[in-house]
Nanobody
Framework: QVQLVESGGGLVQAGGSLRLSCAAS????????MGWFRQAPGKGREFVAS????????YYTDSVKGRFTISRDNAKNTVYLQMNSLKPEDTATYYC????????????????WGQGTQVTVSS
């Protein structure tokens, strides 16, 4: 069992930056591939980025490529999402999730989820 807690969300102006953190407990994070998803009001939960167990492989949805960076520090049991050049359309609740399988983009392929952190980008 893995417990995930996100933090770092907030209100930022368009063009600004935020760094989200996802702290894991319950077992060593290095066993899991990790992903970030987001859900805007009235919309489904969508894939944002994923990272392999070692951190060597990352994958992004097209809309965030070049602006967002996913990383992990297995020694600290933490995964990060650095978000730069934020746009109003990035406004959503952001969730981190853990999966036994790498490079997955579907929500059903992730077994453990955090409670989410709100990101609001003003224009």
């Amino acid at each position: 069992q893995v417990q995930l807690v996100e933090s770092g969300g907030g209100l930022v102006q368009a063009g600004g930056s935020l760094r989200l953190s996802c702290a894991a407990s319950g077992r060593t994070l290095g066993r899991d591939a990790m992903g970030w998803f987001r859900q805007a009001p009235g919309k489904g939960r969508e894939f944002v980025a994923s990272i392999s167990r070692s951190g060597d492989n990352t994958y992004y949805t097209d809309s965030v490529k070049g602006r967002f960076t996913i990383s992990r520090d297995n020694a600290k049991n933490t995964v990060y999402l650095q978000m730069n050049s934020l746009k109003p359309e990035d406004t959503a609740t952001y969730y981190c999730a853990a999966s036994l399988f790498e490079n997955r983009i579907s929500t059903y392929e992730y077994d453990f989820w955090g409670q989410g952190t709100q990101v609001t980008v003003s224009s």
